[in-house]
């Protein structure tokens, strides 16, 4: 769901991140309400003024969903759901959990944090509003005080919405589970009611386009687009955190990876490992050392001309908590540490030394073995 983040700050002991794709986002609110927005609300103003209060909204549209999720993940921080960070892309924003909530009641609790953090936004904002203009603050300031009442009510509302994996889904589910005494059958149940609410603000989206409505058509075509999407995603992991959890990684791993010697030149690299094995990463060893390893993304930072000239010892990376990982760690665990460091392969290490390699296919594959096994009776993966 999320691509290229860039860390902006540490808030809480949260590292505070933004997808790519905000940064565009941002531009585009800004854009709207400078373009739109305020216009319509405060009419004769400058065009200057305009494009300050486009600004001041989107930053404080901004910092609302960043204390938005910073709600969720203190509340998972007290209950001890650890939480990676804190990234805002296209859509809004989310707090990254490393594991789902033990209990119905965690899940309650972290759930509905936001919408209040939101709500406690909007009880602020509208009495500051409310004082400004009864002591002649600048309409500049007063107005971006207003539109900030008004939208972090209606993303408490919205948010509130009972389609999973929105605020509101994470609080029908927690009821259903703590009802129902079962995690997956609750997900189902949300996840369905999620996706059926995607296709509502997709239809909608449609109809508003017909009607001439093209930018709120287009947004509300791709809210709902989105939403459809990371509900049936939502109930995927689910799915496969079911099927991985409790599998250590020693029961995936290849024993006798090919290792590449510090040496050679990356064009040696290139042609006698690479195109010879097709991995995208191989271990740096000499003399049963490990010394690091060297990915196919690293070789690529050298323009082909130079590969002659560079030693796999000058491009490899060493050793890490991202790239190496131990024979007894969860399966699940690996996963996540692949689609957060984008490392498609990991190292097993044990006491130091390398025991073997742990690929994305590995892992995919017996997932893929065990869902074919056990699909009647879990019902599968739904892909």
Not at 229 to 247: F, K, T, V
Not at 270 to 288: E, G, I, L, N
Not at 308 to 323: I, K, W
């Amino acid at each position: 769901m999320l691509g290229k983040r860039i860390t902006l700050f540490k808030l809480l002991g949260f590292d505070i991140q933004i997808d790519l794709s905000w940064v565009f986002i941002a531009l585009l609110i800004a854009w709207t309400l400078a373009r739109d927005y305020f216009p319509y609300k405060y009419h004769n103003l400058s065009e200057t003024s305009y494009w300050i209060m486009g600004i001041g909204g989107a930053l404080g549209l901004f910092t609302s969903i960043v204390l938005h999720e910073l709600g969720h993940s203190a509340v998972a921080r007290t209950l001890g759901i650890p939480i990676k960070g804190i990234t805002l892309f296209i859509f809004g924003g989310v707090a990254e959990m490393e594991g789902e909530p033990s209990t119905a009641q965690s899940e309650f609790k972290m759930a509905v944090a936001g919408p209040i953090v939101s709500v406690l936004i909007a009880i602020v904002c509208y009495p500051l509003f409310l004082f400004g203009q009864s002591l002649g603050w600048p309409v500049q300031f007063t107005g971006v005080l207003f539109y900030l009442s008004w939208i972090n009510g209606l993303l408490a509302a919205f948010n509130l919405v009972p389609a999973f994996p929105l605020d509101g889904g994470r609080l029908l589910r927690s009821l259903l589970w703590s009802r129902k005494h079962n995690l997956r059958q609750a997900t189902r149940t949300a996840s369905a009611i999620g996706r059926g609410f995607g296709l509502f603000l997709i239809f909608a989206g449609i109809l508003s386009l017909f009607y001439g409505n093209i930018i709120g058509g287009i947004w509300w075509f791709l809210i709902g687009l989105f939403l459809r999407n990371a509900s049936q995603m939502s109930y995927q992991q689910l799915e496969i955190r079911r099927a991985l959890e409790g599998e250590p990684i020693r029961r995936f791993m290849q024993t006798q990876p090919i290792t590449a010697p510090p040496y050679i030149s990356v064009a040696d690299l290139v042609h006698d490992y690479v195109y010879k094995y097709h991995h995208q990463m191989f271990p740096v060893q000499t003399d049963s050392k490990l010394l690091g390893c060297i990915s196919t993304s690293q070789v690529k930072q050298i323009p082909r001309d130079e590969w002659e000239r560079h030693s796999v010892q000058e491009l490899m990376a060493p050793c890490s908590e991202g790239n190496t990982i131990s024979p007894e760690t969860d399966a699940v665990h690996a996963l996540s540490l692949m689609q957060s460091t984008g490392n498609s392969r990991l190292m097993v290490l044990d006491q130091g030394r390398l025991v073997g390699v742990v690929t994305l296919k590995d892992l995919l594959h017996f997932l893929s073995l065990k869902v074919d096994l056990e699909g009647g009776k879990s019902g599968g993966l739904g892909i």
